[in-house]
């Protein structure tokens, strides 16, 4: 399957089960919400898992961009992305956690063609405040997959305080041998789907409170997904980065394969990003995008300056705009990608200048990383970049 008939294959199938297919586009969360973007498939539902009727019904299915900076130092290993999306569902105090497993299993098994030979699962096994989850543990033995009990890979929260409750995390072998070992003992076992009975309420002395309405939260990487099901090792070779690792490596030759996914990962989430309405600027959200922007010109630029963006094909500009479905001409987006480039540009001149200074020929210290970062606006990895070129 491709990366549309995979999520056509996964929406249709709870369609089908009486899910309200809702729109899950923005990376921007709704005001008041001070968080920057939307991290999560639950991120935007968490008032109706904690009760508020939702207006579209009980049932609910959805694909929701994502975009976390909790990861940027990982971006150029084979699985970290920095926008990614989300494959959910939920019931709002509608059906149970057996119910939901089922359903998890028969799409993995019959909708997305996983052999159950594949597959194994893991159940919270209980602690100090909460039993073993039997009610999940009896469904899978039922459903006849291998089950692994255990203390704190089962257990979901949104932070230290919120709602929270067991859930059961979904493995596919990856392995090119007959599978062996357990989730917990063999890394070739992947997850790729968690299913959370949100449960309980944490309070801030750690107490746990029944949830006035229990409800299902369950979340399915698409690009890991995808990875699994075309018998990748990696997120950049399934066919939602083939333009961007055809052209990209042709275009600007990096010395190395995470150099490459670095900025193939950082232009295509500047573009999703400037594609909901965020401009860079010096906070908030325009800064993490003023980042992402400025990190891929740093890396583009360490071992070619004659480098530029102006280069970059409006091919992959709108492939992404149109995967991300954002009603945007590839023009304002380029206009704003070189014009950063530009803004780049004068600080590495400001840069060089400041740092042919005789207190700056030396080894530096942090003081002066400080300094040259408050006082002239120059990050670390940019005053490196340029230290190594002098």
């Not at 939901?100 to 602690?127: A, M, N």
């Amino acid at each position: 399957m491709n990366t549309e008939e995979t999520v056509r294959t996964f929406t249709d199938f709870y369609r089908d089960r009486g899910h309200h297919l809702i729109t899950g586009g923005t990376l921007l969360p709704p005001p008041p919400d001070p968080v920057l973007f939307t991290t999560s498939g639950m991120h935007p539902l968490t008032p109706y898992l904690l009760g508020r009727p939702h207006p579209q019904g009980r049932r609910l299915v959805d694909v929701q961009r994502c975009l976390r900076t909790t990861d940027l130092e990982e971006v150029g290993d084979p699985t970290h992305l920095t926008v990614f999306e989300m494959l959910g569902s939920w019931s709002l105090g509608d059906y149970g956690h057996p119910q939901s497993l089922r359903w998890g299993h028969e799409l993995l098994r019959d909708g997305f063609g996983i052999p159950q030979s594949k597959l194994y699962v893991t159940v919270f096994g209980g602690d100090d405040q909460v039993g073993p989850d039997t009610e999940s543990l009896r469904t899978w033995e039922e459903s006849g997959l291998p089950v692994e009990l255990t203390r704190d890979d089962n257990w979901w929260s949104n932070g230290p305080v919120g709602p929270c409750g067991p859930d059961s995390e979904i493995f596919v072998w990856t392995g090119d041998t007959p599978p062996e070992g357990t989730p917990t003992t063999d890394p070739r076992w992947v997850e790729i789907w968690n299913h959370v009975h949100m449960r309980y309420h944490r309070h801030e002395d750690g107490t746990l409170e029944p949830l006035r309405q229990p409800g299902i939260d369950t979340g399915m990487g698409l690009e890991r997904l995808l990875t699994v099901l075309h018998g990748r090792d990696s997120v950049y070779d399934t066919d939602l980065f083939e333009p961007w690792m055809r052209t990209v490596p042709s275009l600007w030759p990096l010395d190395d394969e995470p150099s490459t996914r670095l900025v193939c990962d950082h232009l295509r989430s500047g573009i999703v990003v400037l594609g909901d309405g965020v401009r860079p600027s010096n906070t908030g959200r325009g800064h993490v995008l003023r980042r992402l922007i400025r990190r891929v010109l740093t890396t583009l630029l360490r071992d070619d300056p004659t480098r530029t963006l102006t280069d970059l094909p409006e091919e992959l500009l709108r492939h992404t705009l149109d995967h991300f479905h954002q009603p945007v001409g590839t023009g304002p987006v380029r206009d704003q990608l070189l014009d950063e480039e530009r803004r780049f540009t004068r600080l590495l001149e400001r840069g060089r200048r400041v740092l042919s200074r005789p207190g700056f020929r030396g080894h530096l210290t942090e003081e002066d990383y400080g300094y040259l970062h408050d006082t002239h606006g120059l990050p670390r990895d940019l005053v490196t970049g340029l230290l190594s070129t002098r």
